[in-house]
C-alpha cells in the first residue's frame, strides 16, 4: 500500500491524471515535501519548459535538476 499523499499533493496528481498507484514511496516522500506554494512553483516552471521550443526533453529534465 502506497504511503499517503497531502491533500494538495493528490490535487496536483489528479490534475496531471497521474494515478499515484504508479508512485514509489520515494516520490511520494518527495511530493510530499513540497508546500501547496512551493508545488505552484514548480508547475509554473514545468509550463514554462514545456513551452521552450529551444530545449530537448533531457535539458527540460536537467533545468528542473
Known amino acids: 500500500m502506497p504511503?499517503?499523499?497531502k491533500e494538495h499533493v493528490k490535487k496536483h496528481l489528479e490534475?496531471?491524471?497521474i494515478p499515484e498507484?504508479?508512485?514509489t514511496d520515494?516520490?511520494?516522500d518527495a511530493l510530499n515535501?513540497?508546500?501547496k506554494d512551493e508545488l505552484d512553483r514548480v508547475?509554473?516552471?514545468g509550463d514554462a519548459?514545456?513551452?521552450?521550443?529551444?530545449?530537448d526533453s533531457n535539458q527540460k529534465i536537467?533545468?528542473?535538476h
Do not use: C, Q, Y
Open 15 to 17: 490534475k496531471r491524471h
Open 49 to 55: 519548459l514545456m513551452e521552450d521550443g529551444m530545449l
Open 62 to 64: 536537467s533545468a528542473v
Open 21 to 23: 498507484s504508479k508512485l
Open 43 to 45: 508547475d509554473t516552471l
Open 26 to 28: 520515494d516520490v511520494i
Open 33 to 35: 515535501a513540497f508546500s
Open 3 to 5: 504511503k499517503p499523499l
